[in-house]
């Protein structure tokens, strides 16, 4: 069962433009990762600093690896200085 995550996240004002670079460098180490099907990084038009992964992923367990990875918990441990707010929905397709 393919897992769909969808990952919201504001900057701290003024942190913009290294959240992205963060983000960024996330998207090169998870695309190689055992399981990733598609980790899209999006820009919100007309507001900087609000960013939007979309992923699939072939099981949650793949996702649990992911998760547990030396780069996301890197980013993990400077998130609070960099991300204002952040959410992250899991859906799986239905249709």
């Known amino acids: ?7 919201e996240m504001l900057a701290k004002a003024g ?3 290294e ?10 180490k998870t695309r190689v990762e ?3 099907i598609q980790y899209d990084l999006h820009e ?7 960013f939007v992964f979309y992923e699939n992923w072939t099981s949650e ?14 980013f993990g441990a400077k998130a609070s200085e960099l991300v204002d707010e ?10």
Not at 19 to 28: G, P, Q, S, T
Not at 61 to 74: D, I
Not at 86 to 95: D, E, F, G, P
Request: aromatic share 2%; proline share 2%; glycine share 6%.
């Open 44 to 50: 919100a038009i007309g507001e900087p600093g609000r």
């Open 61 to 74: 367990q793949t996702l649990k690896a992911h998760s547990e990875s030396a780069h996301l918990k890197a």
């Open 86 to 95: 952040r959410r992250v929905l899991r859906y799986t397709r239905i249709a």
């Open 1 to 7: 069962m393919t897992v769909t995550v969808v990952a």
């Open 15 to 17: 942190r913009e433009a």
């Open 19 to 28: 959240l992205r670079r963060e983000l960024l460098d996330m998207v090169e």
């Open 34 to 36: 055992e399981g990733c």
